[in-house]
């Protein structure tokens, strides 16, 4: 850790540094008095003073957090959170005891939800920042897990876990976690952990929570430099079902527990990329019969089973890479003429089957309470969303629309193919943080099948 005074001089003193940031000598003052300097400044003053986050948030920090950049654990301390460039956060271990898998790091800002976002395909290949300090205080159930098992690699909160105070509660987090081999960590500065995530990019990093208090730090750090990252990992192969399955499965209602779709309407297949159990839920509640298959399956597979539409899952990972396989598919379903829906996942697949190109987002959207203005009706969404990469608008060929936009960086949340009969969101409208503001999109997939 270098103080504040340390690290003007190591810019060349108030002038130069004022110089550097673009702010008067009166802010460089004011920074030493506050013994802190805005976030929005770090990454050019990182690179500027050849210094790590923890060199420059250690002072600003260390009074709320043990986040330390020592190899030695703090007191209280008996696990880390190890990132590629060295930085390390220390914390109490919980869960699953050992080393878990490198993984980037990614914050998601909801205030409930954390098994519904824990156990959502989407997230494999990530540990999960909580932005909000109370997780755990609801313990976990049977009912809201999204796909068979936890997902993500880990997660990062800064309370410790305390016994749940609710009445859907059957078991403690902590409790719940080691049974499924998932390593989490406490008393982290989830701040400065996600400010840092804000302002360079999502870094790679790895849990490592030993139970005998050895922690080889060369080792660790290494391990996760190494990680080659989410660009041009495909996942949806890892998440996706084995085999093929029927759901019909709806809607959960106080007192009642999930219902069952018995008079269905439509026959939809669901292409399965990582798909959350939510968003087939709300297939069946609007009157479909739902099909489930692999993400790896043919157009002639899929057209094999006479749908009335073709719905595009969620999924984690790269989507050129998945597009490999899903966008020739999904080519071959448009070239039928059958209807079709994606979320997330696959709303960047179909952009690819139209022409289109995504990329990587620095930090991603992940989160609920997220606004999306519908462009066509000028009405304005609050979503949920778990995305890392994105829809190029650019690149979107003559006939293909953009439905709706991000209020919050205005990347693409949506795009429209009428000519095939096709449209598709980036956000996750089976997530209800409105709660019920973009169940009409499902309504629209079934409108499609019935014209």
Request: proline share 6%; glycine share 12%.
């Amino acid at each position: 850790m270098q103080n504040i005074d340390t690290i003007i001089e190591r810019l060349g003193g108030a002038e130069a540094a004022a110089r550097l940031l673009g702010v008067g000598t009166e802010a460089v003052r004011k920074w030493r008095q506050a013994r802190a300097i805005p976030s929005k400044h770090w990454s050019t003053v990182m690179a500027a003073a050849k210094i790590t986050l923890a060199d420059l948030a250690g002072e600003q920090f260390e009074e709320r957090s043990m986040t330390k950049n020592t190899a030695e654990p703090p007191e209280g301390a008996d696990a880390v959170l190890v990132l590629a460039d060295g930085s390390l956060f220390w914390g109490r271990g919980f869960g699953a005891r050992g080393t878990g898998l490198p993984a980037e790091i990614c914050f998601n800002t909801g205030m409930t939800g954390y098994q519904e976002t824990l156990t959502d395909p989407s997230y494999a290949g990530q540990i999960i920042t909580f932005t909000f300090p109370h997780i755990g205080n609801v313990g976990v159930n049977a009912e809201d897990m999204e796909s068979a098992g936890v997902r993500a690699r880990g997660l990062v909160i800064k309370q410790d876990i305390t016994e749940p105070s609710n009445w859907r509660a059957l078991e403690r987090l902590d409790n719940w976690l080691k049974a499924r081999g998932v390593a989490g960590i406490s008393g982290v500065d989830t701040r400065a952990l996600t400010v840092r995530i804000r302002d360079l990019g999502a870094p790679h990093g790895l849990i490592c929570f030993p139970g005998n208090g050895v922690f080889d730090i060369p080792a660790l750090v290494n391990a996760a430099a190494a990680w080659p990252g989410l660009e041009g990992m495909d996942l949806a192969k890892d998440v996706t079902c084995a085999r093929p399955y029927t759901w019909n499965e709806s809607a959960w209602v106080l007192g009642q527990g999930y219902g069952k779709q018995t008079n269905p309407r439509f026959k939809v297949v669901a292409v399965d990329y990582g798909a959350k159990r939510n968003i087939l839920r709300c297939l069946a509640q609007v009157g479909c019969a739902v099909t489930v298959v692999p993400a790896t399956t043919t157009a002639a597979e899929i057209l094999a089973y006479q749908p009335d539409g073709v719905f595009l899952s969620n999924g984690p990972g790269d989507p050129a890479a998945t597009g490999i396989y899903a966008v020739p598919a999904i080519q071959g379903v448009m070239a039928a003429g059958i209807p079709i829906f994606g979320i997330c996942l696959g709303h960047q697949l179909l952009a690819l089957a139209l022409g289109a190109r995504t990329y990587k987002l620095p930090r991603g959207h992940r989160g609920a309470n997220q606004p999306v203005k519908d462009l066509a009706t000028g009405k304005v969404e609050i979503t949920s969303q778990n995305h890392g990469f994105a829809v190029d608008e650019a690149s979107l060929p003559p006939g293909v629309t953009i439905s709706h936009t991000s209020l919050f960086d205005g990347t693409n949340e949506g795009i429209a193919a009428p000519h095939k009969r096709a449209f598709s969101v980036q956000y996750h409208p089976e997530a209800s943080p409105g709660p019920s503001d973009s169940f009409y999109l499902f309504k629209r997939f079934v409108a499609m099948m019935e014209g």
